[in-house]
């Protein structure tokens, strides 16, 4: 059924709490994070190092589990979920972005950009190439849709990967420090990139230790020792 009022907020974290449990004892990475991201928003997480942005990635995207605490995304309890229903989950309304890129080296990059098709149940012989094929538009790199990842640069490797993170029109997209291993100007063609997906109604989630960054997101999180801490002068 159609969900006619549709709330603003995407992305419930309600206390959420993620301890590692280590030989060296146990670990509390985050402790008690609550927030609400809205929709339509390029929502910024900024931490230094091992301030827990990639263990909040990790729970955002349901690769593991909370050790207490709620996450919901539009209206689905992702905490609540089983194994098999957060990998459904995921390949259907998680687009992620890494650092490394991740594409995989043998594929060209509109086989890249299929696979969350495929890996989703998605794919169809005719649409999904033809999809995948305006993906990499949107993202500037059609002409370069039947190379491999490693005959292209690391910006375009990264603009790929957003492609990628696009294919199944999730409703979050996730980026873990994605301009971290890019020259300055590289950067901020994604970081433009980002700006102009947000224009058009896409919610992203982007961590990042960049500070210079913060003044450029619509909403922006400061987070140390697993917690929000209110402004930069904190951190
Ligand atoms: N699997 C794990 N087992 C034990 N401790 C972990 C594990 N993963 C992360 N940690 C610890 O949790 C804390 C938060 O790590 P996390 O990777 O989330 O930080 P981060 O902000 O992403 O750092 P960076 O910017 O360096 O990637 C760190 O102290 C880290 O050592």
Same mark, same amino acid.
């Given at each position: 059924m159609e969900n006619q009022t549709q709330s603003p907020v995407l992305v419930k974290l309600r206390e959420v709490v993620k301890t590692y449990h280590t030989p060296a004892g146990d670990f509390p990475a985050l402790r008690g994070l609550s927030a609400d991201f809205e929709r339509g928003h390029l929502i910024g997480v900024i931490g230094k190092s091992g301030a827990g942005k990639s263990t909040l990635v990790n729970m955002l995207t349901g690769v593991d589990h909370?050790?207490?605490?709620?996450?919901?995304?539009?209206?689905?309890?992702?905490?609540?979920?089983?194994?098999?229903?957060?990998?459904?989950?995921?390949g259907r309304n998680v687009g992620v972005i890494y650092q490394s890129f991740?594409?995989? %080296?043998?594929?060209?990059?509109?086989?890249?950009?299929?696979?969350?098709m495929d890996l989703c149940g998605l794919y169809h012989p005719q649409r999904s190439?033809? @999809?995948?094929?305006?993906?990499?538009?949107?993202?500037?790199?059609?002409?370069?849709?039947?190379?491999? %990842?490693?005959?292209?640069?690391?910006?375009?490797?990264?603009?790929?990967?957003?492609? @990628?993170?696009?294919?199944?029109?999730?409703?979050?997209?996730?980026?873990?420090? %994605?301009?971290?291993?890019?020259?300055?100007?590289?950067?901020?063609?994604?970081?433009?990139?980002?700006? @102009?997906?947000?224009?058009?109604g896409k919610t992203?989630?982007?961590?990042t230790h960049d500070h210079s960054l913060a003044r450029r997101m619509t909403r922006i999180y400061h987070i140390a020792d697993g917690l929000w801490i209110d402004d930069e002068k904190d951190y």
């Open positions: 909370l050790s207490s605490g709620e996450i919901w995304v539009d209206g689905v309890g992702v905490h609540a979920l089983n194994e098999n229903e957060l990998a459904l989950w995921r991740q594409l995989l %080296p043998n594929l060209t990059l509109l086989d890249n950009v299929m696979m969350p190439p033809q @999809r995948a094929m305006e993906l990499l538009d949107l993202v500037e790199m059609a002409d370069q849709a039947f190379k491999i %990842p490693s005959t292209i640069s690391g910006g375009q490797q990264q603009r790929a990967a957003i492609a @990628r993170a696009l294919a199944n029109d999730p409703q979050l997209i996730v980026a873990d420090e %994605p301009t971290g291993s890019l020259d300055s100007a590289t950067a901020e063609t994604i970081f433009l990139l980002f700006e @102009r997906l947000v224009a058009q992203i989630v982007m961590v």
